[in-house]
């Protein structure tokens, strides 16, 4: 049996849309054996255990690219990255799928060209690029080429994700944003994600605030999640250094102090206080 063990990933950072993702410690492990005829899977919702299944139809996508043939396949999945949550979670199947692909086929496909058949899936390589080096990573493309850069981040913080007990789709979530931007809205950007990169690498946390605003997704997509200003101003009086939408949303990523031992039970609090189920998990980079 062949295992892949993937984190979960969150994306955009505020003003890094499709650009800044990072790993974070929650995953989701792949086991992998090819079997005389058909295809089996365990460990995933009925819904999602046939011939559509993200990690299944990613092995058969990279299959094709390396020109190898199965028979049958089983696939065992355990999986703590929660779907549709802004965490990363198709990337990581995708991921799964490819790089499963790549050691049953005893492919000695490159990383490089693993990121590069699963962006080809996902569309945008921000939780792909991470998922795969960990850490923080900056990754764009132009002409399908990715190029990305790992970057160190100062190591006193921590992640809280605040994760809805709501799914939102990426596709609902990408229909709400405006096809073109205007140059002030465009400047305001470049501005922030430069200063969030600068921030977060020497540990500028005051910074964190104003680095993490952007005028490109986060102000189209709060109207998908009730309440989310008051989270976010609730997060800040709390403690929180920063705060942004993960992804596609609709998990709220807190960046806190990793000696503040405070704040995760206090918004869990607050959540409760206000009927809101939600799962409140202290995450670390991966
Ligand atoms: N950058 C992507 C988005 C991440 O915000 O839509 C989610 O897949």
Known sequence: MIKVKV??????????????????????TFSFKEIPKGLEIEGCDNYYANEKNLVYTSMLK????????????????????????????????????????????????????????????????????????????????????????????????????????????????????????????????????SLLLSALSNGRFDLLKISLRDKVHQPYRKKLIPKVDEILNKCYELGSLGVYLSGAGPTIMAIVKKDDMNFTKRIKDY????????NVKELDLD
């Open 7 to 28: 984190p979960a990933t969150s994306a955009n950072l505020g003003p890094g849309f499709d650009t800044l993702g990072l790993a974070l410690n929650l995953y989701n």
């Open 62 to 193: 990279t299959f094709n690219k390396i020109g190898y043939e199965t028979k049958g396949i089983r696939i065992e999945m355990d999986t703590d990255i929660p779907i549709s949550r802004g965490l990363g979670s198709s990337a990581a199947c995708i991921l799964g799928g490819v790089m499963g692909a790549n050691e049953l086929a005893k492919a000695s496909l490159s990383k490089d060209e693993i990121l590069e058949i699963a962006t080809e899936i996902e569309g945008h390589p921000d939780n792909i690029a991470p998922a795969l080096f960990g850490g923080l990573v900056v990754s764009v493309m132009e002409d399908k080429n990715i190029y990305y850069n790992k970057i160190d981040i100062a190591s006193e913080i921590k992640f809280v994700a605040l994760i809805p007990d709501f799914t939102l789709s990426t596709t609902k979530s990408r229909e709400v944003l405006p096809s073109t931007f205007n140059n002030k809205d465009a400047i305001y950007n470049i501005g922030r994600v």
């Open 271 to 278: 959540l409760n206080s206000i009927n809101y189920n939600w």
